[in-house]
């Protein structure tokens, strides 16, 4: 699967630090309201999400992804997805990191 979940209890420190130590780029912040949408797209790098407030389900070609408070999302590179966020909205963090040789 091209999009894999790791459930857990993240908070914004753990999700940076981890961040960090992988070597990815600078976090970038952002939020929702409930229920906002984005459509179908996709990015050239590894992206590495934490959800650490509310609710947001990725779609992908293999199915849909869900995130919770504290669990993790990693997206390969050009993976096609969308996003719904849930009733309570989210606040999220991510970053992009250096491809896995089995990802380009």
Do not use: Q
């Amino acid at each position: 699967m091209r999009a894999r979940v790791s459930p857990g209890a993240a908070t914004a420190d753990d999700a940076t630090d981890s961040l960090r130590r992988e070597g990815c780029s600078a976090p970038r912040a952002w939020s929702n309201d409930p229920r906002d949408r984005y459509g179908w797209h996709e990015h050239d790098d590894h992206k590495v999400l934490f959800c650490l407030e509310g609710s947001i389900v990725f779609h992908t070609g293999d199915g849909d992804v869900a995130l919770h408070a504290g669990d993790r999302l990693d997206l390969a590179p050009r993976t096609r997805h969308a996003a719904t966020v849930g009733s309570r909205g989210c606040r999220c963090v991510e970053e992009t990191k250096p491809s896995e040789p089995e990802e380009r």
